[in-house]
Structure formats: structure tokens, C-alpha cells
């Protein structure tokens, strides 16, 4: 069965960098759109970016843009979220997803396999 698993979360100061890595089983990775989304506590979950099937095109929510970048190797079955420049706003649990449509979305809409998450937690 299809496995979305998240890695790369931890706790890091404001300011400071992490990237965070999604590997995906069982489905044929470079057919789908990736997608990015965090979950604060109390608050609902947001997307944060996207990547197209060939990684040719991105989005991004604006608190990230310039921050963040999303990248794929499809060769690996693996996609990744460089996150710079963080803040304390940016602490959330961090989940991808596949989308199995053309378009690139950070609506939670069409995502059909999410992983468990990983913890960003960005100290002050």
C-alpha cells in the first residue's frame, strides 16, 4: 500500500535552517503533484507549497515566499522542503501529500495520501 513518510523536523532557532525530506512507496511518484502543508496548534492546516509532476513549476504561501524553497528528485521517489530564515510563527507539524492531478494547489483539495507528519519547533 501506498507510504507517504515525512523526516527531517526538529527543533531549531529562529533564524536557522532545516530541510525537510518526504519518500513516498508504492505509487509512481513523478505522476503525481506534491504538496507541502503545516498544522499549528489550534489553527487549521495551511498549505505551505507545491511542486508539478516534473518540478518545472511552484507555488508558495506568502508568509514562506523567498524562505522556503520545494524541490523533487523523481529518480528517488523523494521530495523536500528547504526552509530558511526561520521564525517562531513557522512551528507547526509538517505533512506532504500526492495529488494525482495536473495542477499544483496548496488547497487541501485533491490531496489524496498525507504522511503522519514531522515537528518543526523554531525558538525565539
Known amino acids: 500500500h501506498v507510504q507517504v513518510v515525512e523526516s527531517g523536523g526538529g527543533l531549531v532557532q529562529a533564524g536557522g535552517s532545516l530541510r525537510l525530506s518526504c519518500t513516498v512507496s508504492d505509487l509512481t511518484f513523478a505522476n503525481y503533484v506534491m504538496g507541502w502543508f503545516r498544522q499549528a496548534p489550534g489553527k487549521e492546516r495551511e498549505g505551505v507549497s507545491c511542486i508539478s509532476r516534473s518540478g518545472g513549476t511552484t507555488s508558495y504561501a506568502d508568509s514562506v515566499k523567498g524562505r522556503f524553497t520545494v524541490t523533487r528528485d523523481n529518480a528517488k521517489n523523494t521530495l523536500y522542503l528547504q526552509m530558511n530564515v526561520l521564525k517562531p510563527e513557522d512551528t507547526a507539524v509538517y505533512y506532504c501529500?500526492?495529488?494525482?492531478?495536473?495542477?499544483?494547489?496548496?488547497?487541501?483539495?485533491?490531496?489524496?495520501?498525507w504522511g503522519q507528519g514531522t515537528q518543526v519547533t523554531v525558538s525565539s
Open positions: 501529500a500526492t495529488r494525482p492531478f495536473a495542477s499544483c494547489t496548496l488547497s487541501r483539495l485533491g490531496y489524496n495520501y
